[in-house]
């Protein structure tokens, strides 16, 4: 392609990176996890590369033009509403929505008010609550409540912006997990899990300045609408059915996480 010559829209091309494997989505301990929380088999992580330098505020314009690449149509995995198969998007994109998600945290400490503030004990074992049901889920640890309940005392242990950081919707994705999940007892696994996607997902270096680690990529939640209505992730709206598309400016790939909400493989 000639110099300064642009690509389809605005000069995104994308490659799909099959090679690349995120073990923390496959590892037998995570796999049994999944499993246990409804979600294995209803959730994926794939790569793709593109090709010019990523700019956060035109991420409208490179989530558009990964929608439209003959690369990504292909490729990029969905499960259908009405077979509950992994299948590609066979319809036309119209408009997407793609909101920026802050990710900033580097160390599991975030989740420290668990303890202090006897939503979870000593023992990482999860304090129990009266059940009540926040619609669609019910709620029967104190765990839950904070996630969720939000005129509970203790919501106000995570303020508005730590509730938006990528780490803490990813651990709360996990704790909320499936249409037929099996809540843990203790705090550990979820943290585990947690810990061990954000680590595959999320891309750091150290600043040649000041010598601290600090992320690079950017997370955005995303969205897309074909002509009569969303397409992506799912055609039902649901608060456990997402796509957050991880972007790293550097290595210019993007990691895509997604799950719709299910019932989980049991075998």
């Not at 897309?224 to 400016?249: L, R």
Request: overall charge negative; glycine content about 6%; aromatic content about 14%.
């Amino acid at each position: 392609m000639a110099a300064g010559e642009l690509g389809p829209l605005g000069g995104y091309y994308f490659r799909f990176l099959p090679q690349k494997t995120f073990k923390s989505l496959s590892t037998p301990e995570t796999t049994s996890r999944l499993r246990q929380w409804s979600m294995l088999g209803r959730i994926k992580a794939q790569a793709f590369g593109f090709d010019q330098t990523f700019q956060v505020y035109r991420k409208d314009d490179f989530v558009m033009a990964f929608f439209k690449d003959p690369n990504v149509i292909p490729n990029l995995k969905l499960l259908s509403d009405s077979s509950g198969q992994w299948i590609t998007l066979g319809t036309e994109v119209k408009k997407i929505e793609a909101i920026n998600v802050p990710c900033t945290q580097l160390s599991m400490s975030f989740f420290n008010p668990l303890y202090d503030e006897d939503i979870v004990r000593e023992n990482g074992h999860i304090v129990k609550c009266l059940d009540s049901f926040c619609d669609p889920f019910l709620i029967s640890d104190e765990l839950q409540k904070v996630l969720l309940v939000e005129d509970s005392e203790k919501y106000e242990v995570f303020s508005q912006p730590d509730r938006e950081e990528f780490l803490f919707c990813l651990f709360k994705h996990l704790c909320l997990g499936g249409a037929l999940c099996q809540y843990e007892d203790v705090l550990n696994p979820y943290l585990e899990t947690t810990k061990l996607i954000y680590k595959d997902l999320v891309s750091v270096r150290k600043n040649p300045q000041t010598k601290k680690i600090q992320i690079t990529s950017s997370v955005f939640k995303v969205t897309a609408y074909d002509s009569v209505g969303m397409c992506y992730p799912s055609t039902k709206s649901h608060e456990q059915t997402f796509s957050y598309f991880i972007v790293d400016p550097i290595m210019r790939h993007v990691h895509v996480l997604y799950h719709c909400y299910g019932v989980g493989e049991m075998s």
